[in-house]
């Protein structure tokens, strides 16, 4: 268990860290590829508007691989499920005790008929 917990925090933070980068690397609407690799947007390696494509998806298929890694955190470290209600059981135990101790130390009170 502990090794599959290892792995999933290794996709996590691979994938955060990969999630940065590619959003580091997008511009913004009015910004040109040619400022990025130094000539027009045209001649650049995907196309004309193959790298925005590229760029977008892939941030979104490694953004959905980050939070699918979270959720699986979530259930792998989630002790099992008990019915105890965390802090507030200690509360509850300390406010039941006192009236408890003083029901049972209560004397039995008889009825007088008038």
């Known amino acids: 268990m502990e ?8 996709v996590n933070v691979l994938s955060a860290l990969v999630t940065i980068v590619l959003v580091l690397m997008q511009h913004g609407k009015g ?10 947007s045209a001649g650049s390696l995907f196309g004309s508007s193959g790298s925005a494509n590229f760029l977008s998806r892939s941030t979104a298929v ?3 691989v980050f939070f699918a890694s ?8 989630t002790p099992g499920r008990s019915s ?8 509850k135990a300390v406010a039941s005790a ?3 101790a003083a029901a049972a130390s209560a004397p039995a009170q008889s009825k007088i008929p008038e």
């Open 3 to 10: 090794l599959l917990k290892s792995l999933v925090l290794i």
């Open 31 to 40: 910004a040109d590829m040619g400022a990025a690799f130094g000539s027009g």
């Open 62 to 64: 490694c953004a959905t």
């Open 70 to 77: 979270c959720l699986g955190l979530v259930l792998l470290t």
């Open 84 to 91: 105890d209600l965390g802090v507030m059981s200690d509360i």
């Open 98 to 100: 006192p009236a408890a």
